[in-house]
């Protein structure tokens, strides 16, 4: 498995992932729409996309290294995956950050907005990973933490409170606007 920032040209492999997601919240499918929103986050910087993939390894095929990009935590190393067939490569999960602000700290945060392991990859440790990934950009940018929501009753809960994160009882308003 490999962990690295999604950039554009991971679109495909993202796309079906986010979509999952937002089926998991109970959202219709809209791949198109899908598209679109990653695209304009990734293109804009508004957010940090991190994405697991999986490569079959085929025998007698060579692999090559894959230098990931330096603005990544992870793109100081490199690992071997071979892009040269797409269809031995597999999206099986992705984290997607935000910045925030905390102005009583004055401090940069991030919040972990989404959080997603195809269903068949589950238990596999892929989402450890990625919050791994996550608590490394935040360390390596130097902000205050991570801050996540998510729902009451998520399964996902237990890896976050595995993986560090408590409970804020200080943080549980949220106002919509019907616009």
Same mark, same amino acid.
């Given at each position: 498995?490999?962990?690295?920032? *999604?950039?554009?040209?991971?679109?495909? !492999?993202?796309?079906?992932?986010?979509? @999952?997601?937002?089926?998991?919240?109970?959202?219709?499918?809209?791949?198109?729409?899908?598209?679109?929103?990653?695209?304009?986050? $990734? +293109?804009?910087?508004?957010?940090?996309?991190? $994405?697991? !993939?999986?490569?079959?390894? /085929?025998?007698?095929?060579?692999?090559?290294?894959?230098?990931?990009?330096?603005?990544? /935590?992870?793109?100081?190393?490199?690992?071997? !995956?071979?892009?040269?067939?797409?269809?031995?490569?597999? *999206?099986? @999960?992705?984290?997607?950050?935000?910045? $925030?602000?905390?102005?009583?700290?004055?401090? =940069?945060?991030?919040?972990?907005?989404?959080?997603?392991?195809? /269903?068949?990859?589950?238990?596999?440790?892929? @989402?450890?990973?990625?919050?791994?990934?996550?608590?490394?950009?935040?360390? +390596?940018?130097?902000?205050?933490? $991570?801050?996540?929501?998510?729902?009451?009753?998520?399964?996902?809960? =237990?890896?976050?409170? =595995?993986? @560090?994160?408590?409970?804020? /009882?200080?943080?549980?308003?949220?106002?919509?606007?019907?616009?």
């Amino acid at each position: 498995m490999i962990i690295h920032q *999604a950039t554009l040209s991971d679109l495909d !492999l993202l796309v079906p992932l986010f979509d @999952g997601y937002r089926l998991f919240y109970r959202q219709q499918s809209d791949l198109i729409s899908a598209r679109q929103f990653l695209h304009d986050r $990734i +293109t804009a910087k508004e957010s940090v996309v991190f $994405i697991a !993939l999986l490569q079959s390894s /085929p025998v007698g095929r060579e692999s090559r290294e894959l230098d990931l990009p330096q603005s990544s /935590p992870v793109g100081r190393e490199s690992r071997e !995956l071979d892009f040269a067939k797409a269809e031995e490569i597999k *999206a099986v @999960g992705f984290t997607q950050l935000y910045p $925030i602000f905390s102005s009583v700290s004055m401090e =940069r945060m991030l919040l972990l907005n989404d959080l997603f392991i195809d /269903p068949e990859h589950r238990g596999q440790g892929i @989402g450890k990973a990625l919050i791994d990934t996550a608590k490394d950009l935040c360390r +390596t940018t130097r902000q205050k933490g $991570i801050v996540l929501q998510t729902e009451t009753n998520n399964p996902a809960q =237990r890896l976050y409170e =595995r993986e @560090g994160f408590t409970k804020d /009882p200080d943080l549980h308003y949220f106002w919509k606007s019907n616009a």
